[in-house]
């Protein structure tokens, strides 16, 4: 009888562990571009079709109605000299993404921070929005197949958070090495809310 019981349980905590289809969480694997890929190998090449100050709008060569097809990043993701090296800099990309998500009518901006390998993965990355209070995110995925190479980030803007990116100036990004120290990126928000405007738009 106990042996029934320990084997029911354990069932039970089997298929509480498993999630459903419904609540698997969005494969951003799919949708994001990795880190470190200059050859294009995981994405489709794509061009700037506008700018907004500092950021930019990317759509597939192939001129397509689809929003969903395109993508907003900034001009550039600048390091502070004193605390990032360029090797860990190379590395560090982040997009902005109209993802479907499942039972949710109109698509949700999915932001992606691309970062290179070799990060403190527990700690995640800290971001800061100006003077705001800083907030935390954690790490999905690592990938070194030859195609991908890096960690994702990814991060669904809302409320209070959204709010901040359309209205702020700064982004600061803050990332650990694996003994401990910080390394911080600098990203400008100059020109994120007509580029959002812009994807969301069409």
Not at 25 to 32: G, M, N, S, V
Not at 71 to 93: N, V
Not at 123 to 151: N, Y
Request: charged share 25%; proline share 7%.
């Amino acid at each position: 009888m106990k042996e029934l019981a320990r084997r029911l349980i354990l069932a039970v905590a089997v298929a509480v562990a498993i999630p459903s289809a419904d609540a698997q969480p969005l494969l951003i694997e799919r949708t994001a571009r990795p880190a470190n890929d200059p050859a294009g190998a995981f994405d489709e090449t794509r061009q700037i079709v506008d700018r907004f100050r500092d950021w930019q709008v990317l759509c597939p060569l192939i001129v397509t109605d689809d929003r969903l097809s395109c993508e907003i990043a900034p001009m550039a993701i600048a390091p502070k000299s004193d605390s990032s090296d360029l090797a860990a800099s190379a590395g560090m990309e982040m997009d902005g993404r109209l993802v479907t998500v499942p039972g949710e009518r109109a698509p949700s901006l999915i932001v992606v921070i691309s970062t290179p390998l070799g990060w403190l993965l527990p700690k995640g990355l800290k971001l800061q929005i100006d003077g705001g209070a800083p907030f935390s995110l954690a790490f999905r995925s690592c990938h070194a197949d030859g195609v991908r190479q890096g960690c994702l980030v990814p991060f669904r803007p809302s409320g209070a958070i959204r709010r901040q990116l359309i209205n702020g100036l700064d982004l600061t990004i803050k990332a650990y090495a694996l003994d401990g120290s910080e390394r911080e990126w600098t990203v400008s928000l100059r020109g994120f809310t007509r580029a959002l405007q812009a994807l969301e738009n069409g």
